[in-house]
Every structure is written in structure tokens, then in C-alpha cells.
């Protein structure tokens, strides 16, 4: 981000709205949990429990949906060696192939001959 040609534009801006996001989510968690408005002139207002159930049911909802989508035990995943590499002669097959022999020397006699 700063690397960009409007670098430091770019980082203020990205820090400003992270200190303003910060700021209106903790706003938003004090509020919730003082109980602003959690009681009513006949007893307790029913929107705290109704902000409850309606969360529970989306993380029920979302727990529910990852479980579905999870690899069962008699499926094969990809593991990180299973991929084909693209071997480099027919990646670039513009590029020379390198010799044989990369390897430093193992002694002075060997890097005269």
C-alpha cells in the first residue's frame, strides 16, 4: 500500500477508516451491554432477547452450513504435494534449461579441471 504512487494518501486513509471502524464497533458493544433501553415502564423490553435469538439462529445457521461443507472421511483431499508443478520447459519454453551441473567445486583440484 505505501509502495503505491499515492503511498502516503493511501496509508492515512486505510489508517483513519480502521481507527473509525474500531471506534463504532466498540461504541456499538458498550452500548449493547450497559442495557441502554433494556427495560421498559412494564418490565423488560423485548428486543435484547430478540437480538439473541436472531443472533444464535445465524451462528446456528452458519455453524450448520460449515459442518455440511466439510470433507467426509472417505473423501481424498488435495494434499500440498499433489499438485502437478508445471516443470520450467514447458513453462517457459522460451528460457534455456541450465546445465547439469550447478554445484561449487568440492576442491581446488576439481575448479581447475
Same mark, same amino acid.
Request: aromatic share 6%; net charge positive; glycine share 14%.
Given at each position: 500500500?505505501? %509502495?503505491? !504512487? ?12 480502521? *481507527?473509525?471502524?474500531?471506534?463504532? *464497533? *466498540?461504541?456499538?458493544?458498550?452500548? %449493547? ?10 418490565? $423488560? ?17 452458519? +455453524? ?5 461443507? /466439510? ?5 481424498? +483431499?488435495?494434499? !500440498?504435494?499433489?499438485?502437478?508443478? $508445471? ?5 517457459? !519454453?522460451? /528460457?534455456? /534449461? ?5 554445484? %561449487? $567445486? ?8
Amino acid at each position: 500500500m505505501l %509502495a503505491t !504512487p499515492q503511498g502516503r494518501t493511501n496509508g492515512l486513509a486505510f489508517t483513519g477508516g480502521w *481507527v473509525l471502524a474500531l471506534t463504532a *464497533v *466498540v461504541t456499538a458493544v458498550i452500548l %449493547a451491554g450497559s442495557g441502554a433501553g433494556a427495560t421498559g415502564a412494564d418490565g $423488560p423490553a423485548p428486543w435484547p432477547l430478540r437480538l439473541k435469538l436472531a443472533l444464535g439462529l445465524l451462528f446456528l445457521l452458519l +455453524g450448520t452450513r460449515q459442518w455440511k461443507g /466439510r470433507r467426509r472421511r472417505y473423501e481424498v +483431499g488435495e494434499g !500440498p504435494g499433489d499438485r502437478q508443478l $508445471p516443470q520450467p520447459e514447458r513453462a517457459h !519454453p522460451q /528460457r534455456r /534449461r541450465f546445465p547439469e551441473r550447478l554445484t %561449487a $567445486p568440492r576442491s581446488l583440484s576439481d575448479a581447475t579441471t
